[in-house]
């Protein structure tokens, strides 16, 4: 496996590997991995003759009170971790060399990111669509694979990708969770022990909400005050949002008659989570 940290190497062995008629695949990440990465990279690897796999903690996604500094970093166990999945090449690059001094260029994707985390993270979307450009002009991927756990952050590359004409392909990946049900992340190490059965209200409520859809409930208002209800009613919980969305616009719906999301941030202790459920998908909670 190579490990690359500069940005003119990557982007110089990339076009390499195109001359060669060599497709590349590309996994994002902040590192610190676990099996909701390592599913991204297997499936990644099926597809490509190359895999490549970044490892940045983007500080433009971070507001000035959040966890940039302490975000979780062991780049010698992800590097451990991506060799049992065959990563080829690791991309790890330096902040100072993805946003130098006098840096000034931001992409910033409208309406799909107004709602749920647009909210309670001003800049986080705008963060990273500009990291994701690019990466993407840096590692040149045929196709990048992403987790549907960050919903709102799936929906939003691939507007992006779209409206830009970026030349490649989005694939989005079901979550992946703990046995007990937790959406896998790398921000669980965070988690106190009293404070994981809190935790475990969120994929919780959202197989509450699954219930209430199969016995015919379509109001966003009942099914959310239920959700919310199971939320609140455990220790160490608050609610950021908890929403209905319409899956291609993520704005909140009254009522669900096409495909919609039910998103959730809440914040365990001082630890943010988030989840999402799809109506009418498998949950795969347990
Ligand atoms: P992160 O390192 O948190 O920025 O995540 C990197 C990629 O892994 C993103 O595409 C995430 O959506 C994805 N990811 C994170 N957690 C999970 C999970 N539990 N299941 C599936 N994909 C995930």
């Not at 000034?104 to 669509?129: A, D, H, M």
């Not at 840096?138 to 830009?164: E, N, S, W």
Request: proline share 4%; with cysteine.
């Amino acid at each position: 496996m190579k490990i690359i940290n500069s940005i003119t190497e990557m982007q110089f062995y990339a076009e390499s590997l195109r001359l060669q008629g060599k497709k590349i695949s590309f996994v994002p990440t902040m590192g610190y991995f676990h099996e909701g990465h390592l599913d991204l990279m297997r499936v990644a690897r099926k597809v490509s003759d190359c895999l490549v796999v970044s490892i940045y903690v983007n500080p433009a996604q971070f507001g000035p009170k959040e966890d940039f500094s302490s975000y979780p970093r062991d780049f010698d166990r992800d590097h451990q971790m991506a060799q049992t999945v065959g990563v080829d090449v690791i991309f790890y690059p330096a902040d100072k060399d993805m946003y130098p001094d006098n840096y000034q260029t931001y992409v910033n994707v409208e309406k799909v990111t107004n709602n749920l985390c647009g909210i309670s993270r001003p800049v986080f979307f705008r963060g990273i669509t500009t990291v994701c450009t690019k990466l993407f002009n840096i590692v040149k991927p045929h196709c990048a694979v992403f987790g549907k756990k960050d919903y709102q952050q799936y929906v939003t590359i691939k507007r992006m990708v779209a409206d830009l004409n970026l030349d490649l392909e989005i694939i989005g990946m079901p979550t992946v969770r703990e046995h007990d049900g937790l959406a896998m992340s790398s921000r669980n190490v965070y988690l106190k022990e009293d404070e994981r059965p809190s935790a475990l209200t969120l994929v919780n409520a959202l197989e509450l909400a699954q219930k209430l859809y199969d016995k015919g409930e379509r109001k966003s208002s009942i099914i959310l005050s239920e959700a919310k209800k199971l939320i609140t009613g455990a220790p160490f919980t608050e609610i950021d949002y908890v929403k209905i969305c319409d899956t291609t616009t993520m704005m909140d719906i009254e009522e669900i008659s096409g495909e919609a999301v039910m998103a959730l941030a809440v914040k365990v202790g001082t630890t943010r989570l988030i989840d999402n459920h799809v109506f009418g998908e498998k949950l795969n909670a347990q």
